[in-house]
């Protein structure tokens, strides 16, 4: 029916690292690990998840360490196990890997061009496009809601992920990515129906 609901998701983005003052590009799953502010950031998420009673009967985790770190502090809140989504993992950025977009923008203008505004080119060359990323989040993620019809989930991620995730959902343009702000340590939530989604409160950071 138009209006039964298949799936919620709450989305949590990773704690900072070293990078997130910077907003710098990687894809890197092993570094960095979140910092002293980051794990700071992911408890005053648990609490906010508790206090707001949000109710889950399943919890995923993007492969990098950094969200693999977050997932086991909200796994421990909820006294349950996460699982591992290997294709959540951060998009492929090739040669601006460990970049800020600043340096991209000053080093590379006309590519910088092509990466905000020609999503469907891979930009660099050794990199996924963000229409090729955003494919890959759509389809894992219409994959966890088909396995969990129903069911109220949280999924730890990244901040691009989480973007990725909303245009998917809202079927905004693909170069709307970048358009999009999530901070680390927030909380986004989306409701899946059969036709259409939702998305219910977004970015939201606890103090």
């Known amino acids: 029916m138009y209006f039964e609901r298949k799936c919620k998701i709450t989305f949590i983005c ?4 070293i990078y997130s ?28 998840l508790k206090k707001r009673g949000v109710k889950n009967d399943r919890i995923y985790s993007s492969p990098a360490v950094r969200s693999t770190q977050s997932a086991e502090m909200v796994s421990k809140m909820f006294k349950q196990d996460y699982e591992i989504i290997e294709d959540l993992h951060p998009r492929k950025c ?20 092509k990466l905000v505004n020609s999503p469907e080119i891979s930009t660099p060359e050794d990199a996924e496009s963000v229409t090729d990323f955003i494919k890959r ?22 901040r691009d992920v989480i ?7 809202l079927e905004l343009q693909d170069k709307a990515m ?15 129906y059969d036709d259409w989604s939702s998305l219910v409160y977004c970015d939201y950071k606890p103090l």
């Open 14 to 17: 990773n704690g900072s690292t």
């Open 21 to 48: 003052e910077d907003a710098r590009l990687t894809d890197s799953e092993n570094y960095p690990p979140l910092s002293d502010l980051g794990q700071n950031e992911i408890e005053k998420i648990c609490d906010f």
């Open 94 to 113: 090739g040669s601006f890997n460990g970049m800020t977009f600043a340096q991209v923008y000053q080093k590379y203008p006309e590519a910088f061009e």
């Open 137 to 158: 989040v759509k389809i894992s993620i219409d994959e966890v809601i088909n396995e969990n019809i129903g069911n109220r989930i949280i999924i730890v991620t990244h």
């Open 163 to 169: 973007k990725a995730a909303i245009c998917a959902a």
């Open 178 to 192: 970048y358009k999009i702000y999530i901070k680390s340590g927030s909380a986004t939530q989306i409701s899946y």
